[in-house]
């Protein structure tokens, strides 16, 4: 190669550099292995308790959503938790939770339809607000299940259930929020 060619080649190698490195700062989005993609300016977040407005629920049920969404925002983003006002703000409430027979098997003794299974179902109304882009705010319901034997009673399985739920529901809003998913 002639002096002149590797100093066109140095020159325009040099100004590739510079042309990714001016690029790539303008437009900045953080990723995360958990799929979030928040932008750099958003640093905290206030969640809101979800009251229980579902008659039939357990009464620890709105605590134990609210403490398990905020779990997923602290250990899945950078986030910092506030009470109120952060650059995202997350609120809402419980609105439905019935159990309803699944999987009909056939007719007892007494004529009766029998269900192999049982489902709880779930509902949570949420509120997002995202006070650096107005544009991902919205109001939507969100709504899981799982399933139980007919053999067991909701009171032996209530509390595995609502894990089971609460991580669905809770990943589907972050997946809503932050995912863009």
């Known amino acids: 190669m002639s002096t002149i060619s590797k100093n066109k080649f140095r020159f325009l190698l040099t100004l590739l550099c510079l042309c990714v490195s001016v690029f790539s700062n303008s437009c900045k989005v953080n990723y995360s292995f958990t799929g979030a993609s928040i932008s750099p300016d958003v640093k905290t977040i206030s969640i809101q308790y979800f009251q229980n407005f579902a008659p039939l629920a357990k009464p620890s049920v709105g605590q134990l959503f609210t403490e398990s ?10 986030l910092k938790l506030i009470n109120k006002g952060g650059d995202l703000q997350i609120e809402g409430s419980i609105t439905n939770y019935v159990t309803t027979p699944v999987a009909i098997q056939g007719t007892s003794a007494n004529g009766i339809n029998a269900a192999a299974s049982n489902r709880l179902t779930m509902t ?3 509120k997002f607000v995202n006070l650096k882009d107005e544009r991902q705010n919205f109001e939507n319901t969100f709504s899981r299940f799982a399933d139980f034997p007919s053999t067991s009673s909701l009171a032996a399985e209530e509390d595995r259930l609502i894990n089971e739920i609460n991580t669905q529901l809770v990943q589907d809003i972050f997946n809503r929020t932050v995912a863009n998913w």
């Open 69 to 78: 969404l905020k779990d997923v925002y602290l250990s899945q983003t950078n």
């Open 124 to 126: 949570v109304n949420v």
